[in-house]
């Protein structure tokens, strides 16, 4: 598994590119910005684009999406919560296109050999999610390094955000942290030493 991370767009998002190094199947992350780079980036890799896996729908993680989409073909994937169904305040719900996928709990996407599970985490959003494929953990905007999702926009809730934290302390063993903004971390760093999640922990 290859993880190519570029910071994209005014918020600098995280957009990951994750392959299957033996198909060169990938699957686009959070594509926030910038479309441009992140198909210059497929095509100078001969990538194949098979699915658009988003987080959550605020404006700064869907922006490239459309572009990526016609392009490559690749199918949209978001939780149904956190689109215009459900939450119809732009810019904190997305519009999928027609053929999207709206993935729930325990969803298993599957890119080449790569399986990616769906947990549902809601706090920053109502359809946020952690994708978890083989050690790694695409937060979006649950789980920071140090810190977590605010919960102040449409949709949000504290709660809800202690509650995701303390689900994802509690899977088994380490894992790698990908979030949607900042540096990469470790679950076992953040469950020693992030505030956020330590008091979710203990409350």
């Not at 215009?84 to 709990?105: C, F, K, Q, R, V």
């Not at 934290?165 to 903004?181: I, K, S, T, W």
């Amino acid at each position: 598994m290859l993880i190519k991370d570029f910071q994209l767009g005014q918020l600098e998002t995280n957009c990951y590119i994750v392959t299957d190094e033996d198909t060169l199947e990938c699957a686009v992350i959070d594509p926030g910005d910038e479309a441009g780079t992140i198909l210059d980036y497929l095509e100078s890799n001969r990538l194949r684009c098979r699915f658009i896996f988003l987080t959550h729908g605020h404006y700064d993680h869907t922006m490239a999406v459309q572009a990526i989409a016609e392009e490559t073909g690749a199918r949209v994937c978001i939780h149904e919560a956190d689109t215009h169904a459900t939450l119809e305040n732009a810019p904190y719900a997305y519009l999928p296109p027609d053929g999207a996928i709206l993935y729930a709990e325990g969803a298993v996407m599957h890119v080449g050999s790569l399986a990616f599970t769906v947990l549902e985490t809601p706090g920053h959003s109502p359809g946020s999610v952690t994708l978890q494929c083989a050690d790694a953990l695409f937060t979006g905007d649950t789980l920071f390094r140090g810190s977590c999702g605010r919960t102040d926009l449409p949709g949000g809730d504290m709660g809800a955000m202690l509650a995701s934290l303390r689900r994802l302390a509690q899977l088994p063993g380490d894992y790698e942290v990908y979030p949607g903004h900042m540096d990469s971390t470790t679950l076992e760093w953040e469950r020693r030493f992030n505030y956020y999640m330590t008091y979710a922990i203990n409350s």
